[in-house]
């Protein structure tokens, strides 16, 4: 017989830089690797903004002045995050409640999903420019494979069939 698992509050892991929502801290780690935290040039993956700015700036002399891939309002580099140690204390509870973080509300005709949009790769690439003229260009087709993994039909929301005819 095997123990029985004690029924603890789970805390909701999300990424600070894009609110995407995560089953344990592990895979919000791994996310935040490869999606926020992987070198423009080399694609080492750092555990941190910090490092990655530091590392950009010692081995390929590149100044990156915000975190790749995040929303705006939160690419700071000053903000020290690692899975969810870091979280600023007035976006953590508004993302517990289910609301969104302040400032944070999603535009008209945003995907409901986590995922994101297909079609977004063309639309949005931030560039951050060096200091000796070169650009680093981040664009949204830089999926890992978690991402990739998540757009799969397996994945996808089942509706019931009542919900689709307007049953009530």
């Known amino acids: 017989m095997g123990k029985k698992k004690k029924n603890k509050e789970q805390e909701i ?35 941190t903004a910090q490092g990655l700015a530091t590392h950009a700036f010692q081995v390929h002399k590149l100044t990156i002045s915000s975190v790749p891939a995040a929303k705006a309002g939160r690419d700071s580099m000053s903000v020290e995050i690692f899975g969810m140690a870091g979280v600023p204390d007035d976006v953590r509870p508004a993302k517990l409640q289910g609301a969104p973080p302040p400032g944070a509300a999603p535009p008209a005709g945003a995907p409901a999903s986590n995922a994101p949009a297909p079609g977004a790769a063309a639309a949005g690439a931030a560039a951050a420019a060096a200091g000796d003229g070169s650009v680093v260009v981040w664009t949204d087709e830089d999926y890992s494979i978690e991402e990739r993994r998540a757009q799969l039909p397996r994945y996808a929301v089942a509706v019931p069939v009542d919900d689709l005819n307007g049953a009530s």
Do not use: G, S, W
């Open 13 to 47: 892991c999300f990424c600070y830089y894009c609110d995407r929502i995560f089953d344990d801290e592990a895979a919000l780690i791994v996310h935040q690797k490869n999606k926020h935290f992987k070198c423009p040039e080399c694609n080492r993956k750092m555990n």
